[in-house]
Nanobody, 126 residues
Framework: QVQLVESGGGLVQAGGSLRLSCAAS????????MGWFRQGSGNEREFVAA????????DYAEFVKGRFTISRVNAENTVYLQMNNLKPEDTAVYYC???????????????????WGQGTQVTVSS
């Protein structure tokens, strides 16, 4: 059974930065497509960023382009989300996701992912 464990969330002032980490373990874990979603209070879960198996291709939601960067270190089975110039509207629980198999493609629909982490809270104060 694959497990995804997020860390790095916290409280930060608007304009600040945070780096989220997602460590994957367990099961037969190849080079899956991975990503990040978020869910703010009273909102639906929404796509934030995705990365393919090699890290050579990425995709971002419009509202984070130019501010967030997704990356991965396959040797460590870890995916990162660097978040800069944070805004109060970025406040949410951030979830790491992974899709079974080798991830040649990018995926932005929550229904396409097979594994979810427990989430980490990011709070941005104004």
């Amino acid at each position: 059974q694959v497990q995804l464990v997020e860390s790095g969330g916290g409280l930060v002032q608007a304009g600040g930065s945070l780096r989220l980490s997602c460590a994957a373990s367990g099961g037969t874990f190849s080079r899956p497509a991975m990503g990040w979603f978020r869910q703010g209070s009273g909102n639906e879960r929404e796509f934030v960023a995705a990365i393919n198996w090699s890290g050579g291709s990425t995709d971002y939601a419009e509202f984070v382009k130019g501010r967030f960067t997704i990356s991965r270190v396959n040797a460590e089975n870890t995916v990162y989300l660097q978040m800069n110039n944070l805004k109060p509207e970025d406040t949410a629980v951030y979830y790491c996701v992974a899709k079974l198999g080798v991830g040649y493609r990018l995926y932005s629909s929550l229904h396409e992912y097979d594994y979810w982490g427990q989430g980490t809270q990011v709070t941005v104060s104004s």
